[in-house]
């Protein structure tokens, strides 16, 4: 099994900025990405940024390339873990945040999720 704790997230004003953390632990060991996902009231999961450990290949949805980038927690010293820079944030962007990591299987996991509010 493998448990994935999320921090960051909140409120803040448009344009503004906010940093999301991910941390795997138990079986990690055959991670193949991590990455964000989010939900809007009334929407379907989208994928938001994902990163391949083995490659450091990076994939945005189209309507965040520019103002987020994902990338390793170095941090977290020896540990699956990444974090999303997110800038100029948009009301557009308001969703719960899903931090997913995918192992070679392919087997999903996923956070608990964190609520991210831009308010104009």
């Known amino acids: 099994q493998v448990q994935l704790v999320e921090s960051g997230g909140g409120s803040v004003q448009a344009g503004g900025s906010l940093r999301l953390s991910c941390v795997a632990s138990?079986?990690?060991?055959?991670?193949?990405?991590m990455g964000w996902f989010r939900q809007a009231p009334g929407q379907e999961r989208e994928l938001v940024a994902r990163?391949?450990?083995?490659?450091?290949?990076?994939?945005?949805?189209d309507s965040v390339v520019g103002r987020f980038t994902i990338s390793r927690d170095n941090t977290k010293t020896g540990m699956y873990a990444v974090v999303l820079e997110m800038n100029s944030l948009k009301p557009d962007d308001t969703a719960v945040y899903y931090c997913n990591t995918v192992h070679y299987g392919p087997v999903n996991y996923w956070g608990q999720g964190t609520q991210v509010t831009v308010f104009s």
């Open positions: 990163l391949t450990f083995s490659s450091d290949q990076t994939v945005y949805a």
């Open positions: 138990g079986r990690t060991f055959d991670t193949y990405t």
